[in-house]
């Protein structure tokens, strides 16, 4: 397979050094220097589509000014009810369903490819339950008893009254 020639090149705030290999989708990898003094292997079809334009410094200087200028988040900020999170874990992700939601359940949804449903539970960013049953009514069971064994009564409590 025959590759472009980035090096040299500059893509945003990025130079590109030279090649670095492949990815696993087939597509080249290229050693980047950001102007930040950052370096980064970069996928070459996102420089060139100018998707990837910097280390993640631009992203960081974005976020920064948002902050400062944005008035709602200003507004918000050190509103420690926002983070709605009880000891490390979000009151968001285990009761509220999101908007792709179609099983009617949080944390409860239906696999195509092998045609059961799947039950998930994360607590403090480890996954406590993701196990697959064949009846929908299985994995809200287990959803509902992952919850009850692996969250303090006070975490469901609040959960429930936010709802």
Avoid: P
């Avoid at 050094?17 to 990898?29: D, M, T």
């Avoid at 009850?148 to 006070?154: G, M, N, P, V």
């Amino acid at each position: 397979m025959k590759r472009i020639d980035l090096t040299n090149q500059r893509f945003g705030r990025l130079t590109v050094l030279g090649f670095a290999g492949r990815g696993k989708n087939g597509n080249a990898l290229w050693n980047c220097r950001c102007d930040c003094g950052g370096e980064i292997v970069a996928d070459g079809y996102l420089l060139r589509k100018g998707s990837t334009r910097s280390c993640g410094c631009l992203r960081r200087e974005r976020g920064r000014e948002a902050m400062r200028t944005n008035t709602r988040l200003i507004a918000n900020c050190g509103n420690v009810s926002n983070l709605q999170q009880v000891d490390g874990t979000s009151l968001v992700s285990i009761m509220k369903k999101r908007k792709t939601n179609k099983s009617g359940v949080a944390g409860v949804s239906f696999d195509k490819r092998s045609k059961r449903w799947i039950a998930r539970l994360m607590v403090r960013g480890q996954y406590v339950l993701n196990h697959s049953f064949v009846t929908f009514e299985d994995a809200v069971a287990a959803r509902e008893k992952a919850i009850d064994d692996h969250l303090s009564e006070e975490l469901v409590q609040r959960v429930t009254v936010s709802q």
